[in-house]
C-alpha cells in the first residue's frame, strides 16, 4: 500500500529531526564488516573493493530520514555523500568515467553500464540459508524511466536481488511511472516518490526494504558480488542502503518500519517544486 505523509506544520519538530549522515570510506574491509551478521565469517584476504574516491560509504539515521534502515553501507554509481538530504538537487550526480560491470549489463539485457561500484568476497557458512536486508534508490526517478540502472548481488555468480515480481532490481522494474504515482508502474506498490523532497535523502525515489532470501545455498565457502551502476550514461546516481549485520544465515526477526513511518510529519514542509533537467 503507498505510503502517504500527512502535510501539517509541526516546524518545531521537524527542526529537531535527525537527518541521514554518510561518512564516505573506500575501505572494503571496513564496509565488508560493517553487514557481517551472525552465522558467517568473511575472509578478510579475498575482499575486493572497485569504485572512485567517496564512491561508497557508511550511513546512520536511516529511520529518521525515512528509508526504513537505520545503519550501514551505502554504496553508489556517484558520490555517496550526495545521498544526504534533502532532496534539494534536480540532477546530483557524481561522475568518474570509471567502467561498468558485465554482470550488471546481463541484467539489463546487454545495456551499456558506468562508474560500477561493488563489493566482493568470499564467505563461510556452517548454514544452508543467507539473508539480507537493503533498499535501492536512484535520481533517475521518475523521468529517465528508460535509464535503467541496475542493482545486483551474486552469490555463486547467481543474482538474488530481485524485485517482487521476480525482475532484477532496477530503476525500470521498481517505479510508479514518470509522475510518481502511477499504480500501474512495475511494483509500483513499493516504491516511495520523492519528487517533492517528502523524505529527508536526496534521491527522487526509493524502494521499501527487500529481505534477500537464499535457502538452501549450503555450507561452506561461497562467493559475494554486491554491484551497482549507472546504465546508457554517467550522470544521475543510483544508491543502494545495505543494512548493517543483516548479512547473515539467521533471518531477521524484527519489523521493518514502513519508510516515512518515523520521520516527523513537519517534513512535508520541505516539498520543492524544482523544473526537471532534461537528459543529453
Known amino acids: 500500500m503507498k505510503k502517504q505523509i500527512l502535510f501539517v506544520s509541526l516546524l518545531a519538530l521537524a527542526s529537531n529531526a535527525s537527518a541521514l549522515v554518510v561518512s564516505p570510506t573506500n575501505d572494503g574491509e571496513v564496509l565488508a564488516n560493517a553487514i557481517s551478521g551472525a552465522g558467517i565469517a568473511i575472509d578478510v584476504s579475498s575482499i575486493n573493493y572497485v569504485g572512485g574516491d567517496g564512491q561508497a560509504g557508511l550511513f546512520a539515521d536511516g529511520l ?37 560491470d558485465p554482470d550488471l549489463s546481463a541484467l539489463i539485457g546487454g545495456e551499456d553500464t558506468l562508474d560500477a561500484n561493488i563489493l566482493e568476497f568470499e564467505f563461510t557458512t556452517t548454514s544452508g540459508d543467507l539473508f539480507f536486508e537493503f533498499v535501492f534508490a536512484s535520481e533517475e526517478y521518475n ?42 508502474g512495475p511494483n509500483c506498490d513499493v516504491f516511495n516518490n520523492n519528487s517533492d523532497a517528502v523524505y529527508d535523502i536526496e534521491y527522487d525515489g526509493f524502494t521499501d526494504v527487500f529481505t534477500a532470501s537464499i535457502l538452501g545455498l ?8 554486491f554491484a551497482i551502476s549507472d546504465a546508457s550514461d554517467g550522470i544521475l546516481d543510483s544508491a543502494v542502503f545495505i543494512k548493517a549485520n543483516s548479512f547473515s544465515s539467521v533471518p531477521p526477526t524484527a519489523s521493518v518500519p514502513e519508510p516515512g513511518s518515523l520521520v516527523l510529519l513537519g517534513l512535508g514542509l520541505l516539498g520543492f517544486g524544482y523544473a526537471r533537467r532534461r537528459k543529453n
Open 218 to 225: 549450503g555450507a561452506g565457502t561461497h562467493t559475494m558480488k
Open 64 to 100: 529518521s530520514s525515512g528509508i526504513g534502515i537505520e545503519n550501514g553501507i551505502v554504496l553508489t554509481s556517484g558520490l555517496a555523500s550526495l545521498a544526504e538530504g534533502p532532496n534539494a538537487e534536480v540532477d546530483a550526480t557524481g561522475a568518474f568515467s570509471n567502467p561498468g
Open 143 to 184: 523521468e529517465y524511466l528508460d535509464y535503467i540502472d541496475p542493482f545486483g548481488l551474486f552469490v555463486d555468480g547467481v543474482n538474488y536481488a530481485l524485485a517482487p515480481d521476480g525482475q532484477p532490481i532496477s530503476v525500470g522494474n521498481i517505479n510508479c511511472g514518470d509522475t510518481g504515482v502511477d499504480p500501474s
